[in-house]
């Protein structure tokens, strides 16, 4: 698979001054017998055309984070805003990808892909040609009638990333998306999403990825938003400088040091919470 995915990016020439997602003072707590504060008070924004990683250790609130974003959950205080206007419910403009690929068993690679389609009313005729082209698109072009469970966890997820892409959101969220596979199938693909990212021919451009791994982090994102074990608060963030495509400069001593940097401001936060 091709190595440079990003290179269309740098061609784009889209300048936005305005965020397309912003998280604002976002608190979430949950009742279990006591009550459990999981978020408190995080803000950030997310810019246009913009690859951002959410990082943290386990417990600290990403997912849930991530599934208010989507609409899925609701946050006690604050709110999310998509182009200024608040997410209060799922909404076809910001859609996500599970960490456990959340496919419907006893539906094909097609029908999983063409089910949101459909519960948003888009004709068949269409449901069935978006999905065609994107499972083609990540490279599933032969298993169009595959049930989930003749697939890889890596063709499964490549089915998720398919059928997120295919509704035509401006926004993705990914939730751990690689965290279940073997490296060389998650490097894979890494290499895809960055190229569905970088294609300017596409309406999905601004991605949010939540992840545990470092070294992923600076590898995929722009700027990478650090958060604080429980309860999860922003605690910084990191601009990402290394040249795009990424994969050339892996070994490369900047990328070394921003993992290392990345990783001092993490190891920071965890002790000053002990």
């Known amino acids: 698979m091709e190595e440079a995915p990003e290179a269309g990016r740098a061609v784009r020439g889209r300048v936005q001054l305005t965020a397309i997602l912003s ?11 006591s009550t459990v504060r999981a978020i408190d008070d995080v803000s950030f924004e997310v810019n246009y055309d913009e690859f951002v990683c959410i990082i943290g250790p386990s417990g600290c609130g990403k997912s849930t984070l991530l599934r208010i974003m989507a609409g899925l959950e609701t946050a006690d205080s604050g709110q ?3 182009r200024g206007e608040p997410i209060t419910k799922p ?3 910001v859609t996500m990808v599970f960490q456990t690929f959340g496919l419907l068993p006893w539906k094909t690679a097609m029908e999983n892909v063409e089910l949101p389609m459909e ?35 890596g063709m499964r997820q490549r089915v998720g990333v398919a059928r997120a892409l295919a ?3 401006e926004v993705l969220l990914l939730d751990e998306p690689f965290s279940a596979l073997d490296e060389l199938t998650a490097r894979a693909l890494r ?17 949010v990825m939540v992840t545990h791994n470092v070294e992923e982090a600076v590898m ?16 910084g963030e990191l601009k990402v400088e290394l040249p795009r495509p990424r994969f050339e400069h892996l070994r490369d001593a900047l990328f070394f040091d921003t993992v290392d940097k990345l990783m001092g401001m ?4 965890a002790e000053e919470q002990m």
């Open 23 to 33: 998280v604002r003072n976002v608190v979430k707590t949950f009742k279990n017998g």
């Open 80 to 82: 999310v805003l998509f």
């Open 91 to 93: 909404t076809p403009k």
């Open 119 to 153: 519960v948003a009313g888009m004709p068949r005729a269409e449901a069935e040609g978006r999905a065609d082209r994107y499972l083609r698109m990540v490279g599933l072009g032969t298993f169009l009638g595959a049930y989930p469970h003749d697939l890889s966890g």
């Open 167 to 169: 509704i035509g959101p």
């Open 191 to 207: 290499v895809l999403l960055l190229k569905i990212w970088s294609d300017s021919s596409l309406p999905t451009n601004n991605f």
């Open 220 to 235: 995929m994102a722009d700027r990478i938003i650090v958060m604080s074990p429980h309860p999860g608060r922003v605690v």
């Open 266 to 269: 993490l190891s920071s936060n």
